[in-house]
Each structure stands twice: as structure tokens, then as C-alpha cells.
């Protein structure tokens, strides 16, 4: 199997690399989208009570609607900031950055997300800088002491410094730039802006789009009008859908049909991703992508609807949710996902009826050859190392961990998707997933991530094997990892030693074909087809393992099944399939059929037999 961007393990750190422009954004944006996505539950239950209790809502009952104030000046932010520290300084971090953000808070009178985003983070990284700085100067027996009032030292003086200083200042920031999308929107130039939303979206900067810029923003809007557009420039469904919807009548190949179940997750599910490798696959797309954008922005605006919050995931049902209890809204927002739908369809059709170039069946082929277009024109690192050296760059795997951008989405859905190919091979392995800001470099662990966060996850797991694919809900790797691991399990069981001496009577599934002349063979292959490499090359590298033990001359190989050459001292291992295959073009070699290329229970016998 050629094992495309897997980095073994080594036992020093993987050297820096210089720091693109474009990760840099993405890092910065993740540190943003990682704060809020954490506590989009909390998001939701704010918009949800707004929604519902609010004068003029579903159930209007003024009691309950006080608790929309306090949730929205305080509590949302403070989880805000709690989370932003916690990942800079851990608990103890975010206990500061809490205190330190309740400064800006009671300084403003606006919601202080973005003060939350600053104070918080500041907090964390102001008490890591003082706990190492006196880790080695703290009397035995003071531990608690200095740690508690440090912590409540540091706090104060943080608050003390938002309330005078960012507090005021983000204030007048936040003001400056409601002002600008005011004006924007008045002007009705918000559609514009995605022009830069969806092509970023594609780049797996949604995310940071949406989380870190557009929900802050939007909340303070709807907290004064009780509605804001923010919350749909992101997660309109409806460009994608358009897009998916041409795949499924135009497309070709894979392409075409896997696109009608990615409808269903991307439209009904929310997960966005799924479409992204579409659009890869062939770059005149973004336009269809960037006309749907603009022509929803445009309703949505034109119609005057919005949400109480922001939508998580991108679904049109949280899209419903989220919306105001409005009729005009009602319609304003089905009008609008559709209208986008429409157009990204109709421009996304144009292209795929007028390309001659897409004949590949393979959507996977696709996007391996876009993944250089994704990656800024960077090569993908390859390694050329024998299916051995593969199979032992897992021999101390004992865990899958799954790391986006957030951690939620995509990334949950491959765990998923992978989980269940390893619980089917019987295979006991733990398949997880996570935010890639809290990636660890754990023993034991397989990281298999975007190649767009290839850089950053060598960064935070530099020992851990790791496998980057194009697309997480729909990669050929993840057969590859399956054999790999069933591969590696069968190694590492001991076979027993050959022996020279008769065997017993062996069952069925051992008997060999009754037509095999085994003294005759020189050399054994497997064969693979239409371009599967996988279980045939590590088959491969099982049987020349067993020969060499058996102190069998027998040269081993896996080759095409158009490079055979017809002849008796050829013995052909294959599956039932490739079998059929091999009888209509070759008469002369001999041929071993087994279900189990890896391990048949024939192998024994036959190694046996040869010469």
C-alpha cells in the first residue's frame, strides 16, 4: 500500500517548519472558533429562551424571559473566557480569565464576547507566565497558599486593567464595527461578503468565519433588534445543497453517487464539510458556491430576516429553530435558502454539463488531486517505505484520534465512520475525535486529520503516527488503516514453526486444489486490479515473511493483473473475484483462491508443499 502523508514515529521532535501566512489565519481563527464552539450549547439555550419567552415570542411569560439579559451580558461571555483560558493554562487558567473578563463586562454596557476572547486567553497566559516563573521558589507546605492567592492577585489586577482599559476600548471597537455592518447592510452591501465567506469556508475556515467573528457580532445585534442576518451569511445551507443537487443529476462516476446521501447529511445534518472536496475537484465551482452565497445574503437582507442566534450545526432545521417567531421570517428564510439553492444548482449545472475533463469514476482520485491545490501548491510528503516497515509503524498503535478545526462535524462523522469499519474487522481500537488545539502527544496514538492542518498536527503530536486524508466523510485511507492494523495484529501472533513432518488430516478449509503442482512453483504473487493496492501488498509482505522462515528459495511479488506472465511455475494467490479474472486471461498459472489473502488457514500447507 502506498502510504501517502504517514510520518512514522521518531524519537526526537519533527524540526519547525516556517509558518505559512495561511496557517497562521487558520490558527488564529481556531483560537477564536475553539473559545465559542465548546459552549455553542449555551448559545443555543439563550437563543432558544429568547425564542420562546421573549414578548412576542412562541410563549411569551415575562418571568422567565429575565433570565435572557443576565445570560447574555454574563454568562455567555464569562464561558467564554473560562474556555479561552483553560486552554492556555488549564483549569487555573480559566479561573482567572474568568475573573479577569468580569472587568470588561461590568465597564460596558454592550455584550462583551470580544472582551471575553481578549481577557480570557490574557488571563490564562498571565498565570502560566507567574506559575512558572516561581515553580522552583515555593516553600514546602506554601503550595496552596501562594496558588490561591496568586490566582485571586492576578485576577483582580486583570479586571481592574479591563474595566480601565479594554473594557472601553473593545466597547468603542464594537461600536465602530456594528456601526460599519449597520451601514453595510443598509446600503445592501452585505451580500458582497461572500464573496470572501464561501472560498473561506472551503479552506476550512468556517469555523473561525462563523464562531469567531460573525456570531459575536450577531449576538450583540440581536440583543438589541432580537434578530440578526450574522447568524446566516455561514451556515445557509443553500449554496451547498445547489451544488450537491448538480452533482447528483451532472456529476459522474463516485462523484455522482455519493452525492445524493451528501444532500441529506449537509442539508438536514448541518455538516457543511461534506461538500468541500465537490468543490475541490474541480475549482470553477466556487463560483457556483459564491453566486448561491450572494444571492441568499441578498433575500435574506431584501426580506429583512433573521436569527435569535446562531445555528450549530448549519442545518435548515436549527436554521428554523433559531428563527424568530415570525411568519414573514418564516418565509423570508425558505425563500432565501431556496433562491440560493437555485442559483448555485444552475451555475454548478453550466460547469459540470460544459466539462469534458471529469471521465474519472472515482470522486477519491478527485480529490487526491486537488489536495495540492488546497495545500497553497505544496507537495504532499509521500514515503516510500516497504509494506513491512507500514505494517510496523503501527505496531504500537492502541488508539485513533480524529483532529479538525473544532473538533465537532466532520471529524465526529469520520470517527464514526471509522469506528465502524474497525468494529466489523474485529478489531478492539478506541476512534475518537477532537479539536486539534487540543491535540496531545499521547503514546499509542494515530492522528488522522485534513491535509489542511497536516503542519499543525506534526506541531502538537510530533511522536503519534499520523495520516492526513482530503476529506473526512469520504476517504479510501481508512481501508488502508484497517488492514494495516489487521495486518500488524496477524504479525505479531507467532506462527507456529514448519515442519517437515507428515500433517494431520486437515479440514476443508485447509485442503489445497487437487490440480496444483506446488514443485513446480518459483516464484508466488499476489495480484491486484483497477488500481487496489492495499490488501495485496501487505499480503505480500505476510507471505515473504513465512517463506523466509520456512527457508523457502520462492521469490514473492505483487504485480498487475495485465503484468502476469502465463506460465506453470507461476503460482497466482487471489480472491474469489480477481480469480474469475485471471481464469479468462491466463491458462498456464496456477492459481490458489482464498477469501483471506492475509492469513488463509491454506497458507501452511501450501508453504509446505513448495520446493
Known amino acids: 500500500m502506498s502510504e501517502a502523508n504517514v510520518n512514522k514515529k521518531s524519537t526526537s521532535p519533527a524540526p519547525k517548519k516556517k509558518v505559512g ?83 470588561v463586562i461590568v465597564g460596558s454596557s454592550i455584550p462583551m464576547f470580544i472582551g471575553a476572547m481578549i481577557m480570557g486567553p490574557l488571563g490564562g497566559w498571565a498565570i502560566k507566565k507567574w506559575d512558572d516563573a516561581i515553580a522552583d521558589k515555593v516553600h514546602s507546605g506554601f503550595e496552596m497558599l501562594v496558588n490561591n492567592f496568586s490566582a485571586g492577585i492576578m485576577g483582580m489586577l486583570l479586571a481592574i486593567i479591563g474595566y480601565f482599559g479594554i473594557g472601553p476600548l473593545v466597547a468603542g471597537a464594537s461600536a465602530a464595527m456594528a456601526v460599519g455592518v449597520n451601514w453595510i447592510i443598509k446600503v445592501n452591501l452585505l451580500p458582497l461578503a461572500n464573496v470572501f465567506i464561501e472560498p473561506a469556508k472551503i479552506l476550512f475556515l468556517n469555523n473561525a468565519i462563523n464562531q469567531g467573528i460573525l456570531t459575536p457580532l450577531g449576538i450583540q445585534a440581536a440583543a438589541s433588534a432580537g434578530k440578526s442576518i450574522l447568524f446566516l451569511l455561514e451556515p445557509d445551507p443553500g449554496p451547498g445543497l445547489g451544488l450537491l443537487l448538480a452533482f447528483a443529476l451532472f456529476g459522474k462516476g463516485t462523484a455522482k453517487a455519493s452525492a445524493p446521501s451528501a444532500m441529506i447529511i449537509h442539508f438536514f445534518g448541518g455538516i457543511h464539510e461534506i461538500y468541500f472536496p465537490y468543490v475541490l475537484m474541480k475549482p470553477a465551482l466556487f463560483l457556483a458556491v459564491i453566486a448561491g452565497g450572494i444571492t441568499g445574503t441578498a433575500t435574506f437582507s431584501l426580506l429583512d430576516v433573521g436569527l435569535k442566534s446562531t445555528p450549530s450545526p448549519g442545518s435548515i432545521i436549527m436554521l428554523f429553530v433559531m428563527s424568530p417567531r415570525s411568519v414573514s421570517n418564516y418565509l423570508g428564510l425558505l425563500l432565501g435558502v431556496t433562491l440560493a439553492t437555485v442559483v448555485s444548482f444552475l451555475v454548478a449545472a453550466v460547469i459540470l454539463k460544459r466539462d469534458k475533463t471529469m471521465v474519472d469514476d472515482s470522486l477519491a482520485a478527485a480529490q487526491g488531486q486537488m489536495s495540492n491545490m488546497k495545500n497553497g501548491g505544496a507537495e504532499v510528503e509521500t514515503s516510500a517505505a516497504e509494506p513491512a516497515d507500514v505494517i510496523a509503524s503501527y ?145 505480500t509482505s505476510l507471505m515473504k515473511d513465512r517463506v523466509k522462515k520456512a527457508n523457502k528459495q520462492i521469490t514473492v511479488k505483487n504485480v498487475g493483473i495485465d503484468e502476469l506472465q502465463d506460465e506453470n511455475s507461476l503460482l497466482v494467490v487471489s480472491s474469489p473475484e480477481a480469480a474469475k479474472n485471471l481464469r479468462t486471461r491466463y491458462t498456464k498459472v496456477q492459481v490458489l483462491v482464498t477469501d483471506d489473502l492475509l492469513n488463509s488457514p491454506k497458507y501452511d500447507k501450501m508453504v509446505l508443499a513448495l520446493k
Not at 445 to 468: C, F, G, Y
Not at 503 to 530: C, K, M, R, Y
Open 395 to 539: 505496531k504500537d498503535v492502541d488508539h485513533i484520534i480524529f483532529a479538525c478545526d473544532a473538533g465537532m462535524g466532520s471529524s465526529a462523522m469520520g470517527a464514526s465512520l471509522l469506528r465502524d469499519k474497525v468494529k466489523k474487522a474485529g478489531i478492539d481500537m478506541s476512534v475518537t475525535n477532537t479539536a486539534i488545539s487540543n491535540l496531545k502527544d499521547e503514546p499509542g496514538l494515530l492522528v488522522i486529520t485534513q491535509n489542511e492542518l497536516a503542519d499543525r498536527a506534526a506541531q502538537k503530536a510530533p511522536h503519534a503516527l499520523r495520516l492526513s486524508v482530503d476529506n473526512f466523510l469520504s476517504s479510501p485511507k481508512y481501508d488502508q488503516v484497517v488492514v494495516n492494523l489487521k495486518a500488524r495484529d496477524q504479525v505479531s501472533d507467532e506462527p507456529a514453526p514448519v515442519s517437515a513432518a507428515p500433517q494431520a488430516a486437515s479440514t476443508d478449509a485447509t485442503d489445497l486444489p487437487a490440480g496444483l503442482d506446488l514443485s513446480v512453483v518459483n516464484e508466488i504473487v499476489f495480484v491486484h486490479h483497477d488500481g487496489h493496492l492495499g490488501t495485496a501488498t501487505m499480503a
Open 21 to 103: 501566512l495561511k496557517a497562521r489565519v487558520q490558527k488564529f481563527g481556531s483560537a477564536l472558533s475553539n473559545m465559542v464552539m465548546p459552549n455553542i450549547g449555551a448559545f443555543i439555550a439563550w437563543g432558544l429562551i429568547t425564542a420562546i419567552f421573549m414578548a412576542g415570542g412562541w410563549f411569551p411569560n415575562a418571568d422567565l424571559a429575565k433570565m435572557i439579559q443576565p445570560m447574555v451580558h454574563y454568562l455567555l461571555p464569562l464561558l467564554i473566557a473560562f474556555t479561552g483560558g483553560n486552554m492556555i493554562a488549564g483549569h487555573r487558567g480559566g479561573v482567572v480569565g474568568a475573573i479577569a473578563t468580569m472587568g
